[in-house]
């Protein structure tokens, strides 16, 4: 059964389901160069299905988030153990960006994250990507840390975090 969590106009916002998955892979092989195997998405769905969300307009998926769980040391709190998210890849098609609907995809994440007792969510992105790194910090992001060529082509990354205890 579908898990609808938001209608935002003619768009949709739904949890993924396994049928998702190939127009899922798609829109990541157009919008970025991290790919993944087919297995990995399906694990993730599996693993933390409040966090995998789709953007679906007449049928047809415009966008997707989907993160991770991980323990490990906070980003925020010295010497602090947490269950925190991971977002794995984010991405809206083309034709539909500069609608708000990569903000609600985190929107729904971050709610996703909290529903499982997750204290952060944190990522990686290219500090080249101005127009991600501009939307996270609305959703109120910072930037913790640069990490020197994080991408196989030699890029740095800059790691973001969310902190939902504070
Ligand atoms: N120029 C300037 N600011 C931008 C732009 C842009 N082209 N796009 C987004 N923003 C900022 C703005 O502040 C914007 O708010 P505003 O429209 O009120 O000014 C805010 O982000 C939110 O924009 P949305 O409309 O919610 O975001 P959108 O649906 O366009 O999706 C996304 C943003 C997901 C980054 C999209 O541009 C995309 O798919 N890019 C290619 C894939 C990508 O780079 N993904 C992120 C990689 S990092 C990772 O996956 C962990
Ligand atoms: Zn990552």
Redesign the pocket.
């Known amino acids: 059964m579908q898990v609808i969590l938001k209608q935002m106009g003619d768009c949709i916002l739904r949890r993924c389901e396994l049928s998702d998955i190939i127009p899922v892979i798609e829109i990541n092989l157009r919008?970025?160069p991290?790919h993944y195997s087919d297995y990995f998405y399906e694990s993730l769905l599996e693993e933390l299905p409040e966090a995998f969300i789709v953007a679906e307009i007449s049928g047809k998926i415009v966008?997707y988030i989907m993160c991770k769980i991980e323990h490990g040391f906070s980003n925020f709190k010295k010497l602090g153990f947490v269950k925190k998210g991971h977002?794995?890849?984010?991405?809206?098609?083309?034709e539909?960006?500069?609608?708000?609907?990569?903000?609600?995809?985190v929107d729904e994440a971050v709610k996703g994250m909290k529903t499982i007792q997750g204290s952060e969510l944190y990522?990686?992105?290219?500090c080249s990507?101005?127009?991600?790194v501009?939307?996270y910090e609305?959703l109120g992001f910072s930037i913790i840390q640069r990490l020197k060529t994080y991408y196989r082509d030699g890029e740095d990354a800059y790691v973001m975090a969310i902190d939902f205890t504070s």
Do not use: P
């Open positions: 919008t970025l991290e966008g977002v794995v890849s984010i991405a809206v098609i083309d539909h960006r500069r609608k708000g609907f990569g903000s609600i995809l990522l990686e992105v290219r990507n101005n127009d991600a501009k939307l609305k």
